[in-house]
């Protein structure tokens, strides 16, 4: 077999290989699971508010100014990325929390920022949302309490069965530089 043809196998088998493994990759870790942010709602007196309004709220009461949500954001206050599974989905609670707000410990009350109650739901459909992101397993251990303590969640670990993906990267990974070695030295022979 001449030097070239074994290079191009080398490299060419590996990269076909790559194809369906990469494809195979979209399907099971990067397919877009997220819901779409029109069909997100919470409803407050026979009126349905939806995550797109609420993010419009959540945006003109600058809530970012000192929360965060996916890591995006100040670091002032809680992330507040999962803050809708903390409450337990309690719509109410969670926009009552927002309008009074806690003077004691920073969280200004927005109802003094000039919210209303219709506001309130509005960021509650978005915080919503905001819970259902998927976030590829972020954040592991969940957020930083209000007391600074991480949530009870326990970190996902790394799973055995996923394994297989590392090991056959690895593998195609050493086959081509092993091809471009080989393929070297032959040529190195062949000159002597
Ligand atoms: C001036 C900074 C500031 C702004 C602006 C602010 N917050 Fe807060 N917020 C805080 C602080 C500080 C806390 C933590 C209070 C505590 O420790 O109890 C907090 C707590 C919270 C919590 C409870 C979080 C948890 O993990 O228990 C929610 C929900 C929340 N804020 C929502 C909002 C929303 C929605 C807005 C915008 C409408 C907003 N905040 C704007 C400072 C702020």
């Known amino acids: 077999m001449n030097n070239l ?17 990469s494809i195979l990759t979209f399907y099971t870790d990067f397919a877009n699971k997220n819901p779409d942010p029109f069909q997100i ?8 508010y939806d995550a797109v309004e609420g993010k419009k709220a959540f ?8 929360h965060a949500i996916v890591g995006n954001g100040g670091y002032f206050a809680p992330d507040l990325t999962n803050v809708y599974k903390r409450t337990a989905g309690n719509d109410a609670l969670l926009a ?34 905001a819970n259902m992101l998927d976030t590829n397993g972020w954040p592991n251990s969940g957020s930083w309490d209000r007391d600074g303590s991480l949530d ?23 086959l081509m530089i ?11 022979e062949a000159k002597v």
């Not at 196998?9 to 493994?21: E, N, R």
């Open 96 to 129: 009552n929390f927002m309008l009074l707000g806690v003077v004691s410990k920073g969280m200004p009350p927005m109802k003094d920022r000039g919210m209303n109650e219709e506001d309130s739901y509005r960021v509650v459909a978005f915080l919503k949302y």
């Open 178 to 188: 092993f091809a471009v070695i080989i393929a070297y030295e032959r040529e190195k």
């Open 152 to 174: 009870a969640a326990s970190p996902e670990k790394l799973n055995p069965r996923n394994m297989w993906q590392a090991v056959t990267g690895i593998l195609f990974f050493n």
């Open 41 to 48: 709602t919470v409803s407050f007196k026979n009126k349905s």
């Open 59 to 66: 945006e003109q009461y600058q809530c970012m100014d000192c």
């Open 5 to 21: 043809r074994l290079i191009i196998i080398g490299l060419l088998v590996p990269s076909i290989l790559m194809i369906p493994y």
